[in-house]
């Protein structure tokens, strides 16, 4: 069964880097059917897609974060990550990993974990 | 930001039948396929419907979904307790090249 688990600080400051890794189990992340992706929840609100990556290295972002967000695979670790930068308040919120085929969405997601923005 | 819109509410007593209507354009539900999610509380978001209507194993026939042009909807039908949840409508958009989501609809069993 494919397992998807984030990690990171739950904490970050103001106009710091916010950083998150996605480590997958219960399949390689190298697959060819599937992309790799970052979706968000603010506090009480909808869901976001932040971007994704392709094993290959890839990228496709959401326009509305694309001057903020990098996305990155390592292949060798299972694992792929983000980083925002120059966070505020707003970026407060749950921080999803997911997996999606090419024009569908997510099937598997993982836990979330919450990361706030506080000084 | 959400670009597909639901109906932020919908209820109904246990053994009834609730739907959730979403709405979206040409360049998302209109030409892809539409996925639904039920997220309790505190919980990330399980998939409940795939490819417009095909259901993943173990999630319950009383669920069912449609799509027409470029609306969807999501029906409960013989509701119970423990579907009182967030449930949220998705679509891949072409423009972004990237999936979007609805703006939730809580679902109360009164």
């Known amino acids: 069964q494919l397992q998807l688990q984030e990690s990171g600080p739950g904490l970050v400051k103001p106009s710091e880097t916010l950083s998150l890794t996605c480590t997958v189990s219960?399949?390689?992340?190298?697959?060819?059917?599937?992309?790799w992706g970052w979706i968000r929840q603010p506090p009480g609100k909808g869901l976001e897609w932040i971007g994704s990556?392709?094993?290959?290295?890839?990228?496709y972002y959401n326009p509305s974060l694309k001057s903020r967000v990098t996305i990155s695979v390592d292949t060798s670790k299972n694992q792929f990550s983000l980083k925002l930068s120059s966070v505020t308040a707003a970026d407060t919120a749950v921080y999803y990993c997911?997996?999606?085929?090419?024009?569908?969405?997510?099937?598997?997601w993982g836990q979330g974990t919450l990361v706030t923005v506080s000084s | 930001q959400s670009v597909l819109t639901q109906p932020p509410s919908a209820s109904g007593t246990p053994g009834q039948r609730v739907t959730i209507s979403c709405s979206g354009s040409?360049?998302?539900?209109?030409?892809?396929?539409v996925y639904w999610y039920q997220q309790l509380p505190g919980t990330a978001p399980k998939l409940l419907i795939y490819?417009?209507?095909q259901r993943p194993s173990g999630v319950p026939d009383r669920f069912s979904g449609s799509k027409s042009g470029t609306s969807a909807s999501l029906a409960i039908s013989g509701l119970r307790s423990e579907d009182e949840a967030d449930y949220y409508c998705?679509?891949?958009?072409?423009?972004?090249?990237?999936?979007?989501f609805g703006t939730g609809t809580k679902v109360t069993v009164l």
């Open positions: 997911a997996r999606h085929e090419w024009e569908l969405p997510p099937d598997y």
């Open positions: 219960g399949g390689s992340i190298s697959s060819s059917s599937y992309y």
């Open positions: 990556i392709y094993y290959s290295g890839s990228t």
């Open positions: 040409s360049s998302n539900i209109g030409s892809n396929y």
């Open positions: 490819r417009n209507n």
């Open positions: 998705a679509a891949w958009d072409d423009s972004l090249s990237g999936p979007v």
